[in-house]
T-cell receptor, first 115, second 115 residues
């Protein structure tokens, strides 16, 4: 069965601090895809990154970076030098060949950046 | 380039009524998925439409039905509304590439309140 766990329900940091959001996933498939989305108070899910199971290279995009480790089934997301605009709920999601295009989402981590 | 659009933004219904939500996919996308997001939870997959047919379905009762039109837009219908149907309904669009999982892009959602 597919499952995504985001153990951190809420995180608060002071502006300019670094913060890491954890994501642990479960799947029996060897081919799968992992995603991170940002949901600001407006409600729309904003796509941040897509990673397939064969690409374990970490990725950096500006202040955002992602650490994919198959050995621990984790796909963690780090925001460097956080800003108030980073305040949102962040979701990790999983899709594999068995689920087709169905995404399994975690319960989300609510990040508050305090000015 | 227009993103995914949904209408209406908000909706208030009473128990037992029926509701129709609408979605227009991102330009160039031919697949529409619907998700239900209860307060404080991650989105839950309802179903997916491709070539005007329901391709995949999550664990939702038959009260939830949908339709896709030739222009790829889609409707979600919910009959015999229950209080528990109150949620944010998100539409996501993507393209199907065989068995590959494409990124899903989400609309702003429709907030449904059942009284």
């Amino acid at each position: 069965a597919q499952k995504v766990t985001q153990a951190q329900t809420e995180i608060s940091v002071v502006e300019k601090e670094d913060v890491t959001l954890d994501c642990v996933y479960e799947t029996r498939d060897t081919t799968y895809y992992l995603f991170w989305y940002k949901q600001p108070p407006s409600g729309e899910l904003v796509f941040l990154i897509r990673r397939n199971s064969f690409d374990e290279q970490n990725e950096i995009s500006g202040r955002y970076s992602w650490n994919f480790q198959k050995s621990t089934s984790s796909f963690n997301f780090t925001i460097t030098a956080s800003q108030v605009v980073d305040s949102a709920v962040y979701f990790c999601a999983l899709s594999d060949r068995n689920t087709g295009n169905q995404f399994y989402f975690g319960t989300g981590t609510s990040l508050t950046v305090i000015p | 380039d227009a993103g995914v659009t949904q209408s209406p933004t908000h909706l208030i219904k009473t128990r037992g009524q029926q509701v129709t939500l609408r979605c227009s996919p991102k330009s160039g996308h031919d697949t529409v998925s619907w998700y239900q997001q209860a307060l404080g939870q991650g989105p839950q997959f309802i179903f997916q439409y491709y070539e005007e047919e329901e391709r995949q379905r999550g664990n939702f009762p038959d009260r939830f039905s949908g339709h896709q039109f030739p222009n790829y837009s889609s409707e979600l219908n919910v009959n015999a509304l229950l209080l528990g149907d109150s949620a944010l309904y998100l539409c996501a669009s993507s393209t199907l590439r065989g068995s590959s999982t494409d990124t899903q892009y989400f609309g702003p959602g429709t907030r449904l309140t059942v009284l």
